[in-house]
């Protein structure tokens, strides 16, 4: 992948932050990830933008269903999780 140097400026304190959280991989590794997920970001808000113009709001009925469903999720996440832990702690 092409890479290009560019100059920013970032506030002091932030950046020294930045660099002790990118440590071996890299102050360029962590800011190019911070900006895709800033753009990924933005691009799912218009997409949320969009889906309410075409489908208007999301209920607050729908947000609590919503919500339900992604702690499912997560429980599901962890529990698999910790179960791939296990089984490789067995196997060792």
């Given at each position: ?6 100059t ?16 071996e ?7 190019a ?32 269903a ?12 962890e ?14």
């Amino acid at each position: 992948m092409a890479t290009k140097k560019v100059t920013v400026t970032i506030p002091e304190d932030l950046l020294d932050e930045i660099r002790a959280e990118a440590a071996e991989r890299g102050l360029s590794a962590y800011v190019a990830e911070a900006l895709r997920f800033k753009r990924d970001r933005d691009r799912l808000l218009e997409l949320v933008d969009w889906l309410q113009e075409e489908h208007g709001s999301v209920t607050d009925d729908e947000r609590a269903a919503a919500l339900v469903e992604l702690d499912d999720l997560d429980a599901e996440h962890e529990l698999r999780r910790t179960a791939k832990g296990r089984d490789a702690g067995e196997a060792a």
